[in-house]
């Protein structure tokens, strides 16, 4: 009788704490499904959108397109960021498409400058260049053919847009 007694009160105690979590249950079901049904949802999207990227990472071979760009340069403390490397060639190529009327001396120091950078640009995306093997028209020709493979690569330049035409002075 007395096991009888001890198990009566001891499912009475259980009842008396699980009912406010009962209670709770029962007002706040829609918002708990609510919440099951959105985390389910968004992990459901994260894994599709994970899939999908290792699909396109294979379908591009983005491993053999990074492979031949040395990782360590990012590594030196004297290398400027690409961003800042990508607004100085957009204003030095402004200045240089723009420049009229001035002096061949500025004209020439913009160039070296503007090629600078262009060198600089191609050593962090990995681009092969010649700037400093040419000289003439030669020159220039090298100099557009790595502004179209830094557009290429994703570093939008004034003289590398579609449709843009340069000034010749």
Known sequence: MEVGRALMLALAFLAVAILPAAFALIFCYDE????????????????????????LDRAIEADALTRDIDLSEFDNADRRPLEQLAADLRRLGGQRIGGTGRSMVWHSALLQAYDDRLRRACRALGVTEHLTELEGVDQEIERVRVEGVLHAAGLALPAARAGHRQRHH
């Open 32 to 55: 708990i499904v609510d919440r099951v049904v959105c985390g389910w949802s968004e992990w459901r999207d994260r894994r599709r959108e994970t899939r999908t990227i290792a699909r």
